[in-house]
């Protein structure tokens, strides 16, 4: 069972994920995003989860908390597995 297969914090408000299309850098970030978004939209399907790919863009993750809270993790270089901690981590997620 993934460690997103849950409703997250209703404190949080959107995730936004950035990375490049075609650099390796962003390969982990790419694979985690093709595994893991289904997963966290069936669970949180009224949750804003922004994908945005852009041309030599590192790869980065946004979480947008209530009261304008915001916090972000690099994801450059990291493997899918990595890149699902990180993620967790700053979504508290365990």
């Known amino acids: ?3 997103f297969a849950k409703t997250l ?4 408000r959107e995730i936004r ?9 962003s390969a982990g970030t ?3 995003i093709l595994s893991t978004y289904p997963i966290i939209k ?3 399907p009224d949750l804003p989860v922004m994908i945005r790919e852009a041309n030599g863009t590192p790869a980065r993750m946004f979480a947008r908390f209530e009261r304008g809270v915001e916090k972000h993790v690099e994801l450059d270089d990291l493997s899918s597995s990595d890149v699902a901690a990180s993620v967790a981590r700053i979504l508290s997620v365990s």
Not at 9 to 12: G, H, I, R
Request: proline fraction near 5%; charge should be positive; include cysteine.
């Open 9 to 12: 914090s209703p404190a949080l």
């Open 30 to 32: 790419r694979q985690f």
């Open 42 to 44: 069936k669970h949180n």
């Open 17 to 25: 994920i950035f990375c490049c299309q075609s650099n390796q850098a």
């Open 1 to 3: 069972m993934s460690t």
